[in-house]
């Protein structure tokens, strides 16, 4: 019981002693700043921040994702054809690995 009594002097002469004493912003700021933060707090600054991305990178990489959707895939193969025209017919002699399922 006397550990109690002597241990609630201290405290509430302690909270009298700091009743009046303020912390400045800058020390708040750099108490804040080099405490050790849990997971929650580090996932939460991680998700909140701020990504930059220019704007002419963005267009370049999207237009370049439009072209390869949008061309044909064998408009740039080229093919190792030869014709050889006998009257008013055409033979269109191909080689077999330009080939492919539609031809």
């Known amino acids: 019981m006397n550990k109690d009594r002597f241990a609630s002097e201290i405290k509430s ?15 708040k700021d750099r108490i804040f700043k080099y405490r050790k933060k849990g997971l929650k707090e580090k996932i939460n600054e ?3 921040k701020e990504i930059e991305i220019p704007l002419v990178s963005v267009v370049a990489i999207s237009s370049i994702i439009f072209l390869i959707i949008a061309l044909p ?20 002699i191909r ?8 031809d």
Do not use: P
């Not at 002469?13 to 020390?27: A, Y």
């Not at 093919?79 to 055409?90: A, D, K, M, P």
């Not at 080689?95 to 539609?102: F, G, I, T, V």
């Open 46 to 48: 991680f998700l909140n």
């Open 13 to 27: 002469i302690m909270d009298e002693e700091v009743k009046d004493i303020e912390l400045s912003q800058e020390l």
């Open 73 to 92: 895939r064998g408009l740039f193969k080229i093919e190792n054809t030869s014709v050889i025209n006998i009257g008013s017919s055409q033979i269109i």
């Open 95 to 102: 080689d077999e690995r330009s080939l492919d399922k539609n």
